[in-house]
């Protein structure tokens, strides 16, 4: 059995970073401050290794089959017996392998930010956010309970609004950081309510209990959730649907991944960590954790999945292919990536060799967080080098920065899906799982991976090679030790990471899936791969009019995609015009002016009356006398002559 | 010769009325406003008196209300008086027109 | 536990504080009397606990009974339950925090204490008061300090605002009166509401009165549309007041719209639940898109309350037992949260002597700790978990979806919308005044929070993340309550 204090201190210590570091970081631990956080994640990291090697290696398998065990459970607020939100830890091969990657990729962020961010004045705060987020991430990981998860999703949601607006001086980062919050919130709306009627229709919030009532097509439940529909779809399956939303908001798929280029405003290494590995994975996880709900009870949503994924892996490789800017080409880059995870769980299937797509989908989580992340970390050393984001303002880095060109290279190659590297492995099996399923989504991936290749080289290129020597005339030296070790070790994880016999411990029922290699089929990805590798030497290895001449004859096309398809501007119209002009102000003005205005009138009404009888007393005791006796006649008048 | 009957008195008393009231509505000196209100009382008591005599004649009620109207009366006059005064020392004046300060 | 003592002591301080000689001897007499108030709200949570714990079920615990009207039937009648510990607890913080806030107020000191310690004088005896008669009086007490608070110490249209408020508060309290006196009568002849929770009352007449109770204690806690003093009211007061207001007396209304209204009357509760639902529906989204607009840090709050406490009147109409729950603990929360938010505001407009957001920036760089609490205070009100709010609307969310007809899904889709419009809107606000460049360089030269400023932050903070961490206790003293409700609308 797991040990219940060793895995609740994983997610703890990050914790107690934040809280030690939030509250006296500022003048305490002035300048221990990255090295107290990095300590603490170091254990947290080891902790999480080692459950990771006792959970795959000694008890996690019972009979042939990971299981799932839930090592603690504290009920946190009860609604009614049964439904209460519990906060308790799962313990089963996505969680534990989840585990891994995001304190393995923390830690790294850790180390180098201690070079990155040296001489911030807000370097304590940035570590205490650091171990927030670290925190708020692991938690969600472990959740046992959709609400528990909704807890944490929302936690990493302002600790991403924290790192992001972390600058918070530049207007720039506190517009991106307040546009991802938002963004995700709105997509958390579509969750919470996906969880209010999931939670109705099985009459738990636990995952388990939920999984197990939902999947039974037998089951009460089920059957009259079947029958209840509202527009043509049943409950559960707009349920299902709203709470993919809440992922889909997160990892940034189309359309709700506005937020994610405008996050890079945020300090690169923020970005290698949220934004490549960890938090915009997390729709991919929850559908991963629901997936047999998926898969069993509402395959139309998962349909749909697979769609939405296809379509934003293919989008955002456009776009990336014409970006300047070297983070949003990762950012859309990752974005492309997501859309593969998700659609390799769209074409899954639950259970058995079908759930290739499952395995294949949480592998190539895995290897993207490794050169992603690297990725990230090597653009934060070229940009901590040259002092730019564009470009434009880079080229012939080769020879002053050795290391990361070759970490750099070894993720590209990664990313490109080259053998043997990480990429290679873990890609070739999505385009299985999509080849055996949806052959339409196959042809997407399929060109996707070309693009893939050519802007990932296009961005090699145009920060290694091209121009001949570098125009930048200070040179200091590359980077500190503390930034490039974190590039050695993931680079190391990117080239090696993909040999992991990875359906040997991850799959949609736990039963150990064999890992296949069909040499013939991987032909076409690598191939495309190389040409558009190819395309990019001949595009930007030298400097030369190729490109713009390209961009020109393009046309309409490649302006589009560099105004990214204007999704951007569809929504500020939406937001400014609409919400803001057609609603916001007129609630306002009806406030003040009609529902306020007749509150006045009131008031009005009744001073004006009182304005009008108040000349009656005019302080004349002659007329008051008159008013009297006239008074007196009228009754006597009336008493004789009316009620005699 | 015919002996005054009740309706002569209540004839008498109705005319002391109305002058009482026509004198209070129109004159603009507050003492002769007192006067009137003074004819009134009278014409009320001389009522008393009239009905007493004629209807029951073995009672004494009228006639103490009568005593009591009198009494009060004066005690009216007595504190109508001491406010027209103050009036006077602070307005200068007994006219009933310049005393509207209290008006709303 | 002796629940006299909740009102003694602020009697007390009351009145030791009107024979102080001096503005110092003013304050610690007051910051004395509120922690004995937070001791003696601590002491009843815990001597509660203990009660319960020993399997003591009845609905009103520490019950006393003096009479007062013998031949009226008018008592003292006072005892608690959960909801009454979880308001009073609610006061004692507010008002040691507003007694801390306050302390360079040098205009009319001893009358501007004297009158913070009536209200909260007034909340004390409305929430332990068991005699509609004695609430009523109680809840009056309450009023007219407000009045005065705005009119003497506020600032802006102050005549005008207190007018507002006072009229309508006023006019709540004659509905009410009249309901009120509608159930003495129909009921034998009793203002007692444990008396009249066992009378059977006619539906016909159920269904006349509730509307008079609950729309005259909506007045009270700003149901849509009677919620127009809010906006005012909140913008003009000094902020101790805008924090009694919106943290205690708007209270005051939810608790009665609960205790009077709906358990007394639950046949006319159902009658009118999809009205309450609309109204406040209504409420949650209006106020949230309203606030967005608003261009002053108080009118943002006092808009954002009218959609806050829009989900407790929401849980409410919802009657369900969770649901109601929920609405209590949104009562609690948004108590703490936004008396916090207006404390907050007070410090910033303290400094820099404005309340509009375009003419600050940057404040994060000059007052570190006020700036955090700002954004704490703002993440509680964006619903976020690990504060309060988070835990209320949830709960409120869980309890309304419990209903399964269309229409009360509808209205809780509406409203959990405004979810999103509300981080809309605490964002600006947060990124217009607390980050970005700062725009006026005089604020450079701005002191970041005094002690007494830190510690009314910090016992508010405490509350909202007790609540927010760890919401069992709260749960465990409301759920109880709204079963007691719960069952008399169910007619048990």
Redesign the interface.
């Known amino acids: 059995m797991p040990n219940a204090t060793i895995i609740a201190l994983i997610p703890l210590l990050p914790l107690a970073g934040f809280l030690l570091l939030g509250l006296f970081g ?1 003048k305490i631990f002035k300048n221990s401050s990255g090295l107290i956080g990095t300590a603490l994640l170091l254990t947290s990291t080891v902790l999480a290794l080692y459950t990771a090697y006792e959970y795959f290696f000694v008890y996690g398998k019972v009979d042939g089959v990971y299981q799932q065990f839930i090592p603690m459970k504290l ?6 017996p049964g ?1 209460s ?1 519990d906060m308790g830890m799962a313990v089963d091969s996505i969680s534990v392998m989840m585990l891994v990657v995001v304190t393995f990729v923390s830690l790294m962020v850790h180390i180098y930010s201690l070079g990155y961010m040296k001489g911030e004045e807000r370097f304590s705060t940035y570590y205490a956010f650091l171990g927030l987020f670290t925190f708020s991430m692991l938690g969600l990981v472990l959740s046992s309970n959709i ?1 528990q998860i ?3 999703w ?2 990493v949601g ?1 600790s991403s ?1 924290l790192l992001i ?1 972390f600058y ?2 530049k ?1 720039s980062a ?2 991106a950081s ?1 546009k991802a ?2 963004v995700t ?2 997509a ?2 579509g969750f ?2 996906g969880i ?2 999931l ?2 229709s099985s009459g738990t919030l636990d995952f388990n209990t939920m999984i197990a009532t939902l999947t039974s097509p037998d089951s009460d439940a089920v059957k009259t959730a079947a029958t209840s529909s ?1 527009l043509g779809a049943s409950a559960l399956t707009w349920g299902a649907a709203l709470v993919f939303i809440g992922g889909a908001g997160k990892s940034a798929m189309f359309p709700l991944h506005i937020w994610l280029p405008d996050a890079m405003e945020g300090p690169t290494p923020i970005s290698a960590l949220i934004h490549a590995a960890t938090m915009v994975v997390a729709g991919v996880y929850l559908v991963a954790r629901l997936f047999p709900i998926y898969a069993i009870t509402v395959p139309a949503v998962l349909e749909i999945i697979g769609w939405v994924g296809a379509i934003s892996a293919i989008i955002a490789a456009i776009i990336a292919c014409t970006q300047t800017d070297i983070k949003r080409v990762l950012a859309y880059s990752t974005m492309s990536q997501i859309g593969y995870m998700m659609f390799a769980l769209g074409v899954s299937k639950y259970g058995g060799e079908s759930g290739l797509g499952y395995t294949a989908s949480m592998f190539h989580l895995f290897t993207h967080a490794m050169f992603k992340a690297l990725l990230f970390l090597g653009a934060g050393a070229v940009i901590h080098y040259v002092h730019s984001n564009e470009m434009k303002d880079m080229g012939g880095l080769r020879k002053y920065m050795p290391i990361t060109h070759l970490t750099f290279l070894i993720a590209c190659l990664a990313i490109a899906g080259i053998p043997p590297f990480a990429g290679f492995f873990s890609k070739e099996e999505i385009l299985l799982a999509a080849y055996q399923n949806n052959t339409a989504i196959y042809w997407v991936a399929l060109i996707t991976s070309g693009l893939t290749a050519f802007y990932m080289f296009r961005l090699y290129f145009s920060i290694f090679w091209n121009k001949s020597h570098h125009t930048h005339g200070e040179s200091h030296g590359e980077g500190s030790f503390v930034m490039m070790l974190p590039l050695v070790l993931l680079g190391i994880g990117a080239a090696a990471a993909g040999f992991i016999p990875f359906g040997e411990f991850v799959s949609s029922d736990g039963n150990p899936l064999e890992s296949h290699f069909h040499l013939q089929f991987s032909i076409a990805p690598v191939a495309l791969g190389l040409a558009g590798i190819l395309a990019a030497l001949w595009l930007y290895a030298k400097q030369n009019d190729k490109p713009a001449k390209l961009a020109a004859s393009l046309g309409s096309l490649y302006k589009a995609a560099y105004h990214k398809f204007y999704i951007d501007d569809i929504y500020l119209f939406i937001t400014k015009r609409i ?2 002009n057609l ?3 007129p ?2 003005w ?2 003040r002016n009609v ?2 205005g ?3 009138l009131t ?1 009005n009404t009744t001073q004006a009356v009182s304005e009008g009888i ?1 000349k009656m ?6 007329q008051y ?2 008013y009297f ?1 006239s008074g007196v006649i009228i009754l006597a008048a009336l008493f004789i002559y009316i009620w005699r | 010769m015919m002996q005054p009957g009740l309706y002569h008195i209540l004839f008498i008393s109705a005319a002391l009325f109305f002058i009482g ?1 026509y004198g ?3 004159r603009r000196n507050l003492i002769t ?1 007192l006067m009137s209100i003074e004819l009134i009382l009278n014409s009320v008591n001389l009522n008393f008196i009239a009905f007493n005599k004629y209807l029951w004649p073995g009672k004494l009620d009228g006639l103490f209300f009568t005593l009591f109207i009198i009494a009060i009366a004066a005690a009216e006059a007595a504190v109508a008086i001491a406010i027209i005064i103050n009036l006077y020392r602070s307005h200068q004046s007994i006219d ?2 310049n ?6 | 536990m002796n629940l006299l003592l909740l009102i003694g002591a602020p009697l007390l301080t009351a009145v030791a504080v009107l024979f102080s000689r001096n503005k110092q001897q003013v304050r610690w007499i007051s910051l004395l009397g509120s922690i004995v108030q937070i001791i003696l709200a601590f002491a009843l949570l815990f001597a509660f606990r203990q009660e319960r714990a020993e399997n003591n079920s009845a609905q009103m615990l520490f019950e006393q009974n003096y009479k007062l009207f013998d031949s009226l039937n008018i008592n003292f009648h006072f005892g608690v339950d959960g909801i009454s510990v979880a308001m009073i607890l609610l006061t004692s913080l507010v008002v040691v925090a507003g007694v801390l806030v306050s302390w360079n107020v040098e205009k009319m000191t001893k009358e501007f204490y004297f009158l913070l310690l009536l209200l909260g004088l007034g909340a004390y005896g409305f929430f332990i008061s068991l005699d509609l008669f004695i609430l009523f009086f109680f809840l009056e007490i309450s009023v007219i300090p407000k009045y005065l608070l705005i009119g003497i110490w506020g600032s802006g249209k102050k005549e005008y605002s207190a ?2 408020l006072a ?2 508060l006023m006019g709540g309290s004659a509905l009410i009166l009249v309901g009120m006196l509608g159930l003495y009568f129909i009921a034998g002849h009793s203002f007692d509401i444990l008396a009249l929770s066992k009378t059977d009352i006619p539906v016909n007449i159920q269904n006349l009165l509730f509307p008079l109770l609950f729309v005259g204690f909506g007045v009270f806690t700003a149901l ?6 809010v ?2 009211g909140h913008s003009s007061a000094p902020t101790a007041g805008s924090m009694f207001l919106a943290g205690i007396s708007m209270k005051l209304g939810g608790y009665g719209c609960l205790r009077v209204a709906t358990y007394l009357l639950p046949e006319g509760a159902k009658e009118y639940a999809n009205i309450i639902i609309i109204l406040s529906a209504i409420a949650i989204l ?1 106020g949230a ?2 606030t ?3 261009k002053d840090l108080k009118y943002i709050n006092a ?1 954002s309350s009218v959609s806050h406490v829009g989900f407790s009147l929401l849980g409410i109409g919802m009657l369900t ?2 649901a109601i729950t929920g609405a209590l603990m949104q009562m609690v929360s948004h108590g703490l949260m936004t008396a916090l938010f207006f404390a907050v505001i007070g410090m910033v407009y303290d400094r820099t002597h404005t309340r509009m957001t375009g003419e600050m920036g ?1 404040l ?2 000059v007052m ?1 700790f006020i700036s955090t609490v700002f954004f704490i205070v703002g ?1 509680c009100s ?1 619903g ?3 504060f309060s709010g ?2 209320a609307e ?2 409120v ?3 309304s ?2 209903n ?1 007809d ?1 229409f009360h899904r509808i209205a ?2 509406a409203a ?2 405004s ?2 419009v509300t ?2 809107y605490i ?2 606000a947060t ?1 217009q005044t ?5 725009k006026n360089e005089s604020h450079l030269q701005l002191k970041d929070a005094a002690w007494n400023e830190k510690l009314a932050a910090i016992i508010l903070v405490a509350g909202i993340l007790a609540i927010g961490i ?3 206790w709260l ?1 465990d003293l409301l759920r109880p309550a709204a079963e007691e409700i719960m069952n008399r609308i169910a007619g048990k």
């Open positions: 500022r009920t946190w607020l009860e609604f009614s439904v939100i609400f909704y807890i944490f929302e936690l302002v609004f607006g918070y001086d207007p506190v517009a307040k919050f938002i919130r709105f958390d709306l919470l309510v209010l009627i939670s109705n509202f919400l803001f609603v916001g102000r609630a306002a009806f406030d529902v306020d007749l509150i006045n008031g108040k007393q005019s302080g004349k005791v002659q006398a008159i006796l | 009231v209070f509505l129109t406003m009933v027109e005393a509207e300060d209290l008006k709303y | 007018n507002k009229l309508m849509f549309p009677l919620h127009t003093w906006p005012d209006y898109f309203a967005m607009m608003q808009y037992q969770t940057g994060m760089k570190p993440l964006l976020l978990p690990g988070f835990v949830m709960t969310f869980m309890g979806w419990e399964a269309a809780t889709i959990a919308m979810i999103v981080a809309v964002l600006r990124g607390m980050m970005g460049a700062i760890a919401p069992g749960n």
